[in-house]
């Protein structure tokens, strides 16, 4: 049973920074793409980035290409996202998934696993 835990979400002014953790388990992690999505409230669920399996390749949408990295440590069964410089909007339940896939699969939402998400709440 594969599973994908978030964590690192929380509270922060505009401006501020987190990094996010996904822990993978009950599979072979070094297999999969990685990536982070996001839904805010009302809206739909967004990719965020993405990441290969071996880490030489990255994704990010627009909206956070030169303020996010997406990150991974396949000794660790861990993917990371580092946000700096964060807004308002990115105000967001941030969720990790998994595909054995490809990268450009999963920026366009087909993961095969998901996680149940963290919440960042960026204030104004």
């Known amino acids: 049973q594969v599973q994908l835990v978030e964590s690192g979400g929380g509270l922060v002014q505009a401006g501020g920074s987190l990094r996010l953790s996904c822990v993978a388990s009950g599979g072979t992690f070094s297999n999969w793409h990685m990536g982070w999505f996001r839904q805010g409230p009302g809206k739909e669920r967004e990719s965020v980035a993405a990441?290969?399996?071996?880490?030489?390749?990255?994704y990010y949408a627009g909206s956070v290409k030169g303020r996010f990295t997406i990150s991974r440590d396949n000794a660790k069964n861990t993917m990371y996202l580092q946000m700096n410089s964060l807004k308002p909007e990115d105000t967001a339940v941030y969720s990790c998934a998994a595909t054995m896939r490809s990268t450009e699969a999963l920026m366009s939402g087909l993961g095969d696993y998901w996680g149940q998400g963290t919440q960042v709440t960026v204030s104004s």
């Open positions: 990441i290969s399996w071996s880490g030489s390749k990255t």
